[in-house]
């Protein structure tokens, strides 16, 4: 199980982003991270791979553990190679010069061995889009082609975790369905899968258990069962308005009651 | 803590009169001003500046010149000719006009030209430069003009002048022979070339090419595969140094596009160096030289270097044998000069003037016994080189050769 | 006609040499994003590691070569590691203004240990000399192009045929994508700048042997500049045709320009022609074609 524990993190040494959250990703289920922008979703992820120094971030208090294993002090590669954790950066991140089955070679690089070429081939299976586009350069590829194409090369790392940053951004509602179709058997296959997601729709479709982060804290957690009928999440994520509101004396309900909770 | 404060005032006023008394009854150091390169872009010639350093031991050793201590301000002028002419108004101006009485050193032909009014006609020390420029010590220069200006050697355009002379010589064929001719575009590789076309016209041959190669160039195909072109039966070059790397790069592209043509060179391009660095390519080029070799032990000049240089325990590497004995050469001719004036009883800048154009030496036995007098303010005396490969060294092929007699 | 055929064959071969060398500098720039412009300086190590290894201990060329060019990695390995390192989320300006300052360091060392003379380096290949009629190509220079072409080819080969090479190739383009999958881009870096350096000291090699090695062989370094800005900065077929473009133009300007009194015009030409150049495709004749989704 993957545990962040308090985490603290701040950029550039003075810009606070995140003021303690705590979750837990169990084994083998799928857990949503939900928030609007700048809620500090992204940083979460990255503070969980290793990837902060790049953009001039720092774990300043909290831990993120998995079973035992203190992560944040170990770098990112071996926490893919040897904790087989690995992060799906947002906005599609793969590599444009290079074909689609480079790019999945690219990413098996790490644990390279004799099963890679048939792996590559188990990840044109999942994704069959993927295979009339093996010998087409990366950046040609459309959105929902890039976004399989990047979750195809997180599968060549052969990941026990898998983290995925909102995943549906800027892609049809058809393909949306279709990438979370394969998320869930992903899940089936015993694969943990930690998603950051704005679409809660989607998200809470496959999700066990779902946070809700806002400001750099956490303010909501449950079953996604529960947080689909909360009414707070149907409000300002649902997009499940009350219809007959007209005040705004209402409208400001949400954030006056948390102050107490 | 007053106490002390006192007690290091005194010992200080002590120190200070102290060593104003001391210095009161000194007698006089005699100075000689020696810019020469030790880096920069013509090479690091760190045995020039141990002949100085040893010969200036020597000179202590003997107790120097009537008594008076003898030293040498040696500084690196890095072959630049702003920078040479810093040192020697920076020592003008630091020195009083009694101790240094000489310049004996590098003088690049650039500088003697920039400071040839300071010199000769305000400051009027005598200068001794290792520049054989024709502009100041040829036909058109020389003492009437730069009076205190001086060399070690004959000048360029009497060097190509007995190199052309080789060539007549060595050419056997009807036609007239066919020259061309490689020089570097600086004061010191333009300065003989109007002469040359003038002697070479006299005798016969025809200059079919003329190429510019910069001293800082690495790669001179251009220049080589244009004189290809002319078909030349001679190369001469002039206006390097033996430290430069265009010299074997120049040496290695002649021979491998022109492979028969003799090459010759002037004064510096006959070098140990130049052989060594240049390789199987420099077998067999051929040069006028001033100096003597270092093996030549029969030469009692070169007895007195090897045993100075035994006596100092200094072990000299092969690449900086021939400019420690340019060095060697350089000081002692400095030296000589300040005996004379000494014998004279005038140990003034215009004394040791005098001294320099009344001496008749043999410079202390290098020109098989010749002696030659200044009054020209060059050594007239010069041989003719071939370069051995495999034993990297300069072997003569002419005796010594006075250029004022051979050139009448 | 002959004339002409000698001087842009022997332009060609020199320009070989300068391909290798901008090729260096190519691999550098897309993986570190900085310029080296100690390149003169790495070329002068490179040839003094081999002059050690094959005129001073003696041991045969086919063992020197090797090891002397395994010794040139490990010191641009070295340099990067000490010097550049992984500086992810700085600024790439800062990674070549630390090249000017190696330079200088270099360049002081070099000449404290090894003087500022030249040291004889004439390599004993076999003759390959190729003359034809009045034309000569002498064999030092055609060794120097078939090295130059070996070596290119050999890199080119490496980059996009091998799995390492598709690495180099990935973490050039972008560090923090190939940290997420696993790669280490620290690897990745000091292996680039090892075959760059590689690169750069072959050339040097072949450089120092027209003509001797000293520490002013550097300033051929400086020649590279507008070979790599022509080809455009980060391609590598760049650097070979604008190795190629410099080479020839020089010895043309040499051949025709510089017998009309403008001598040292073909060391001006490269810029000239890269001004031009810079004019019609301001990112280098085959610099980066952005790629864009329509």
Known sequence: ?261 | MKRSYWGLMILICTFILGTAGLSWGQSKTLKIGAPIPLGGVGGAYVGLGWGYNDCQAYLAEKGGIKGNKVTYLVEDNRWDVTTEIAIINRQLSMEPKEELVLFCGNLITGTLKALSEKINKEVRIPSIALSFSVEMFGKQGGPSKYPYYFTTGPDYSQQIGLLLRYIKKDHKKDAPAKLAVVYSPTEYGRDPLADMKEDAAKLGIKIVAEEEVAVTASDVSTQIINIRKAQPDYLIWHGFLPGMLVAPVFLKTARQYLPKVPILGTDFQTSPTMVAAGGPAADGIIGVNTRVQWHETGNPFIRLVHEQAAKRERKIPWAEQSYYILGWTMALLGAHALDVAAAAGDLSREGVKKALENSVWDFNGMYDGRKFSYKSHKVPMARIYRASAAKKEWDPITPWLDADEELK | MDFFLQSFFSGMLTGLSYGLLGLGLVLIFRASEAFNFAVGEFMVVGGFLFYILHFSWHLPFLIALPMGLLAAAVFGAIVERTTIKSLMGRPALSMTIITLGLSNILSGGIQATAGSNPYTFSLDLPDLTVEAGTLIYPSPQVWAGILSLAFFSLVILFIYRTRWGLVIQATSESQPKALCFGINPQFVLLLVWAIATVCIGASGIVVANLGALSAQTSLVGLRAIPVVLIGGLDSIPGALVGGLIVGVVEALTGAYVEPFGLIGFKEVVPYLVLLITLFIRPYGLFGTVRIERV
């Open chain 1, 1 to 261: 199980m993957l545990r962040v524990e308090n985490l603290r993190v701040v950029y550039q040494e003075v810009i606070s982003v995140l003021h303690g959250v705590s979750l837990k990703v169990p084994d083998g289920e799928v857990t949503v991270l939900l928030g609007a922008n700048g809620a500090g979703k992204t940083t979460l992820l990255r503070a969980i791979c290793g990837l902060l120094p790049v953009y001039d971030g720092k774990i300043i208090e909290g831990s993120v553990l998995l079973e035992d294993t203190p992560l944040h002090r170990l770098d990112s590669s071996t926490i893919v190679k040897r904790y087989r954790t690995t992060y799906v950066m947002e906005d599609r991140p793969v590599f444009w010069y290079l074909t689609a089955e480079e790019n999945l070679k690219a990413a098996a690089f790490s644990r390279w061995n004799r099963e890679v070429p048939a792996d590559i081939e188990k990840v044109m299976a999942l994704f069959p889009k993927l295979v009339s586009l093996r010998n087409t350069k990366a950046g040609y590829l459309s959105g929902g082609e890039q976004q399989m194409l990047a979750v195809g090369m997180a599968l060549m790392t052969k990941p026990k975790i898998l983290m995925l940053d909102e995943p549906s951004l800027g892609l049809a509602p058809l393909i949306v369905r279709e990438l979370f179709g394969i998320i869930r058997s992903l899940n089936q296959e015993g694969l943990t899968i930690f998603l950051v997601e704005q679409n809660a729709h989607a998200a809470l479709s496959v999700a066990h258990t779902g946070y809700v982060i806002e400001n750099g804290r956490i303010v909501l957690d449950g079953p996604s069962g529960e947080l689909i009928t909360n009414q707070d999440v149907r409000e300002f994520y649902l997009g499940t308005a009350r219809v007959d509101q007209k005040r705004f004396l209402e409208a400001k309900r949400y954030k006056r009651r948390k102050r107490w909770l």
